[in-house]
């Protein structure tokens, strides 16, 4: 049983991170119908600038919980940045271009993104410091869980529910949600929707960061190409709970972290993959639009 | 065809005859990859090009015939030539029981579905299922083939090998255009729901342009693994399908000198550059954005016949 509980502590922590990363492929999903294949290693690069802040700015605070809240802040105003240059210089010259051209120029960013953080940071893995949160652990019955999960349990659920309070209760929200239903009517309706989509990228790339620096806190090491590989996961995530749903990411993501680790702790972790990609086929093949994604009519 | 055409044919086939006259023993096998990556993108065109459906899965097709035909040729000593046909045969009807049940998804999810695809086909020949595929070490000791006595055992005899394989994929390729299940494959990826209304059984058509896409692409693996006598599964992963993927859209879809000229940008191009080694994949990416940003449909698009410019429609 205590094997269980572990691995359903342990999954619901990767799950959120997954969740975070998905809710970037959702909404850029939902509004421009495009896979923005790029923000995987967007996520990779917000985990080296994180550490590289953390590292310049930690020895000027007396508390490392504050110097990594600081060096959040400014990694995301950074990702923030690269991803509304992003969508400026590689998506939207492409708006009006066949979809797979832009799905080929994503794949291109992301390639520049991967090879930019292997000339700047090197091909070696890089570590989080060990002392980045303190190590305290508590135990109940035969279950441990730590600190940083904690942390990142409750900073996911709390980003998480600000989002959805953002999308359906704010003006800007609205405007999200309209442009994501039909981008001609909603520009009809006086909706800004390049500023929308900048919106979109700005908050996409935000949760990524958030979520960069929680993959690089939990797992300490990251590497240059590891974008790629939790992209792919987020993406999945995104899918299972029906792509262009924003609370359906969410639960993709918890849903598949929690999947994934009981996979890895009952069956075997060397199948992990494969029985992560047959469960997205049944899913695809039974319920095509994802857990909570609703049944689109096919246009004529 | 037009005349015209036919000129630039005979001289792309051409320099590819003369080709090793000019070249060192590295520069032929980056030659002979060369042809056998032009085959595999031409098979991924054939269903992502002609037909439309977005596959992004693609080498694992290149790599159950690789597979396939080294397993029977290291395990039960056939000779790897009699391979074909039943690399083809298998590789046909995995294709088929594969594509069955996800072949009606949308384009998006058919790309994902067919990423999980090759994910999975990774992790089985990873994992050393049945003890027969060699693990993450791959396969070794490929024995060369030899035809009505005629040893296939120099790198050079392996290159004309494949450029003969190349010429005659080509011909099926061109006949394949002009022929009725190239006209419904085309119908097919312009307007599924109209091509359905004309009565082309698009189900029909679709299983059938994967089938044949990785049919050829499982000739492509059997090449593969005559080339390097050993294979291993980092060469048909998820990034080798991406590779696939991006040479058809870059070069053009569903346009044969676009097709050749995407492996020649995609695949040659980074090997000739091998000297810039850490910044050629930085500028490598920045010249795929800036090659859709300034050719959406690829760099040497398909016409298909004169139709008015208003009548066009982008998707």
């Known amino acids: 049983m205590y094997i269980f509980i572990q691995q359903v502590i342990n999954g619901l922590t990767i799950g959120s991170i997954f969740a975070l990363i998905a809710l970037g492929y959702t909404m850029v999903y939902g509004t421009m119908k495009f896979i923005n294949f790029a923000h995987g290693d967007l996520v990779a690069l917000s985990a080296f600038v994180g550490l590289t802040i953390y590292t310049t700015v930690v020895s000027s605070f007396s508390n490392s919980i504050i110097a990594i809240l600081i060096s959040l802040i400014i990694t995301i105003v950074i990702i923030s940045i690269i991803g509304y240059l992003l969508e400026r210089i590689a998506y939207r010259p492409l708006r009006k271009a066949p979809r797979l051209s832009a799905v080929v120029s994503a794949l291109g960013a992301g390639m520049v993104f991967q090879n930019a953080i292997m000339l700047i940071w090197g091909p070696n893995p890089h570590y989080y410091p060990a002392d980045i949160i303190p190590n305290k652990i508590w135990h109940f019955g035969d279950s441990v869980i730590s600190l940083i999960q904690i942390l990142i349990l409750l900073l996911s659920f709390f980003i998480m529910i600000g989002l959805y309070i953002l999308v359906n209760k704010t003006r800007t929200g609205r405007a999200i949600r309209a442009a994501a239903i039909n981008q001609d009517a909603a520009r009809l309706m006086g909706i800004n929707v390049d500023a929308i989509i900048v919106i979109i990228f700005a908050l996409g790339s935000t949760l990524g960061a958030v979520g960069g620096m929680f993959l690089g806190m939990f797992y300490r090491g990251i590497t240059f190409n590891m974008g790629w590989n939790y992209g792919i996961s987020a993406f999945v995530a995104a899918i299972i709970g029906g792509i262009g749903n924003i609370p359906g990411a969410m639960l993709g993501g918890i849903f598949l972290g929690l999947f994934n680790s009981l996979i890895a702790g009952y069956i075997s972790s060397t199948w992990a993959d494969a029985f992560t990609y047959i469960l997205l086929i049944l899913i695809l093949i039974f319920k095509p639009t994802g857990i909570l994604g609703e049944r689109v009519a096919e246009k004529v | ?315």
């Open chain 2, 1 to 315: 065809m037009r005349k015209s055409a036919i000129y630039k044919y005979l001289v792309f086939l051409g320099i590819l005859l003369i080709y090793p006259l000019f070249s060192n023993s590295s520069w032929l096998a980056i030659g002979t990859t060369f042809i056998i990556y032009s085959i595999v993108a031409l098979s991924q065109d054939i269903v992502l090009g002609k037909a439309g459906m977005f596959d992004m899965g693609h080498a694992m097709f290149f790599g159950i015939g690789a597979y396939i035909s080294a397993i029977m040729n290291t395990v039960f000593n056939i000779p790897i030539l009699w391979a074909i046909p039943v690399v083809v045969l298998i590789s046909a009807i995995i294709s088929v029981l594969m594509a069955m049940p996800t072949i009606h998804l949308r384009g998006d999810y058919l790309l994902v579905v067919t990423i999980g695809f090759n994910i999975i086909f990774q992790q089985v020949i990873k994992n050393n299922v049945f003890g027969l595929t060699g693990g993450p070490n791959g396969i070794f000791g490929i024995e060369r083939p030899s035809l009505f006595g005629f040893e296939f055992s120099s790198d050079l005899s392996v290159y004309y090998l494949a450029f003969f394989v190349l010429i005659l994929i080509l011909i099926m390729i061109k006949n394949l255009e002009t022929s009725a299940v190239g006209r419904a494959f085309h119908y097919l990826r312009l307007d599924n729901l109209a091509a359905q209304c004309v009565g082309i059984n698009t189900r029909f058509y679709r299983l059938f342009a994967f089938a044949l896409g990785a049919s050829i692409a499982s000739i492509a693996g059997v090449l593969f693994a005559i080339q390097y006598t050993v294979i291993s599964p980092e060469s048909f992963n998820l990034m080798q399908s991406i590779l696939f993927f991006t040479i058809v859209i870059v070069g053009g879809m569903s346009s044969i000198p676009g097709v050749l000229l995407g492996t020649f940008l995609m695949f040659v191009l980074p090997e000739i550059f091998r000297d810039f080694n850490t910044y050629r994949y930085l500028v490598f990416g920045v010249m795929m954005i800036l090659t859709m940003i300034l050719r959406p449909r690829g760099i040497i698009p398909k016409k298909f016949g004169i139709i008015p410019k208003y009548l066009l429609k982008d998707k």
